[in-house]
């Protein structure tokens, strides 16, 4: 049993109070103030802000490893454009050093996996960002689908021939969701009889989950034409979605906020600290967040991460609250947001009795640029100490 004491605790879901919290076996077991236990190690905070630790709802963490060029850099598989059989775990090094940045920072969780290459890139992950085993750090996996829209599929195949427009884009994914279709078809009318079983199809068998609603493809779309394009497929094939990036997002909010709550579609917004890299982003802005709260849409903020690195997660929501969005919004955006949108909020993302004992402190306010994390513990033990 480990105890904070003294503590200024944002817990996110209730409010805040100056108290403690309790941990053991990995998992909080109270709140409160005054908490003592026979043998419990205390650990005094006054001072302190406590906060859950932060999420990042999308990134590539161990994919695009931090300093090694092509050797490390693992996150697109060029050879095809159709490629859900890929999984993350298989490629992510956990001995990178983003991860050690990553808990210094406060950041506890991150759903990392396949770049943006392909049509269908692979499975993404959630886990935690300590651990040597990725097996030991995964929260759930898989997690979500990777698909994208846009630019970079293009960009990536123009050369080859296999794409030239984005209709050819769109049209690579609904062939492959109509032959998972069509393969679950078969696989169903031949339940009774194994002599009609299909023969197995390893790609379109890592499909089957997107298909029957139990695995939300998480698909890159910046321009608002992309996002409209991926909300109009959502909805032919009546899967989940989550919209990532969403850059523009915010300038179509009045004429899609009826499509996002029919398909309950998760927003995952960012990487907002970054410069005009290329057209699709012409249209960033940092005021984005702060639409979106006013207009009743639930989002979590992201790094993109090598893009942004992962412990500058709450700077991004910090500038996105000196452009106007609430502080309690921003925390919400990196915590049980994040955590309610990529399906995870069962173990993480706020600080409530039988979750996690994922935790941050810090030395001040955690949105202020100047603060810094002076303590993080993973799964109930102290992973950063500086205190």
Known sequence: MKVLKHGKIIPIVGDEFTGDIAFEDGKIVALGADLEYPDAEYINVDGCVVTPGFIDAHCHIGMFEDGMGFEGDDGNEYSNPVTPELRAIDAI???????EEACRGGVTSVVT???SANVIGGQFVAMKTAGSRVEDMIIREPIAMKAAFGENPKRVYTDSKTFYTRMTVASTLRKTLLDTLEYDRKLTAAKNNAEKKPDYDFKLASMLPVIRRELPLKIHAHRADDILTAIRIAKEFNIRITLDHFTEGYLIIDRIKEDLKQLDAGIIIGPLLSDRSKIELRNLSMTAPRILYENGIKFAMMTDHPVIPEQYLPVCAALAVREGLP???ALEAITINAAEIVGIADRVGSLEVGKDADIAVFC???????????????NGKTVHDNL
């Open 93 to 99: 090094n956990p001995f990178d050093r983003c991860f």
């Open 113 to 115: 996996g396949p770049g």
């Open 327 to 329: 502080e309690k919004a």
């Open 364 to 378: 001040g306010d955690p949105l202020d640029a100047r603060t810094k994390c002076v303590m993080t513990i993973v």
